[in-house]
């Protein structure tokens, strides 16, 4: 049973690029998370989804980002013209439900934008 | 307004030693869950622990032990007789059951356990 699979491990993107972003979650969990990690920072939310729709999206900047959870397929989130300061590491995280639920992490991407 | 507050930036001990990484919470949710994570030089999170609001039991695995009081808003985490693969940055983080479960992290604390 595999756990929350994010891909890439590593992106590098030049700027005004698009970076994409992937996350499987763990199977039969239908909630998917992503959080920012600015360097040397701790854990930002920025999107809560769950199949086909956005439940909270309080923590996306406003423009140029954006992210989608199709019924069919992995969670993706989408950077477009990426800037240096998107340079980052991007978590996902998936579980069951709300509640009592736990969460289970992915390993992150980590983009770099040059 | 919900916050997670870790004083402690960066900690430094021997090893062998005891270590305590502070971890002090705001929130106004009556029900809500508290977390540790770990994130080693390699980079992924690794989970410790969730503890909710209803159970104030201290924990203890293996060398791990937390302190949940609510009376001061506090979840710390103590590491006994560190070891040098204890060497993370260490997160503690907020979720409340009405706020859709999203994770409030504080800024965490580096540890560094030298030989």
């Known amino acids: 049973n595999a756990g929350v699979m994010q891909n890439p491990r590593h992106l590098v993107r030049r700027r005004g690029q698009e970076a994409r972003l992937r996350c499987s979650p763990m199977k039969g969990h239908s909630h998917v998370y992503w959080y920012r990690q600015l360097p040397e920072e701790g854990l930002k939310f920025m999107v809560y989804?769950?199949?086909?729709?956005?439940?909270?999206e309080s923590g996306m900047p406003k423009e140029r980002f954006s992210a989608e959870f199709p019924k069919e397929g992995p969670s993706i989130l989408r950077i477009q013209q990426v800037v240096r300061g998107d340079s980052a590491a991007y978590f996902c995280a998936s579980s069951l439900g709300t509640g009592d639920y736990g969460y289970t992490f992915g390993s992150g991407t980590r983009l770099t934008v040059v | 307004a919900q916050k997670v507050t870790q004083a402690q930036t960066e900690i430094s001990v021997v090893e062998k030693e005891d270590v305590t990484l502070d971890c002090v919470y705001e929130t106004r949710d009556t029900t809500y869950y508290l977390f540790w994570y770990k994130q080693p030089p390699s980079g992924e999170l690794v989970f410790l622990i969730r503890r909710n609001s209803f159970d104030e039991q201290n924990e203890i695995s293996g060398r791990y032990s937390w302190n949940f009081q609510k009376s001061t808003s506090s979840f710390n985490f103590t590491i006994t007789a560190s070891q040098v693969v204890d060497s993370a940055v260490y997160f503690c983080?907020?979720?409340?059951?009405?706020?859709?479960?999203?994770?409030?992290f504080g800024t965490g604390t580096r540890l560094q356990v030298f030989p």
């Open positions: 989804l769950q199949k086909e729709n956005i439940i909270d």
């Open positions: 983080a907020l979720s409340e059951a009405r706020n859709t479960d999203k994770l409030i």
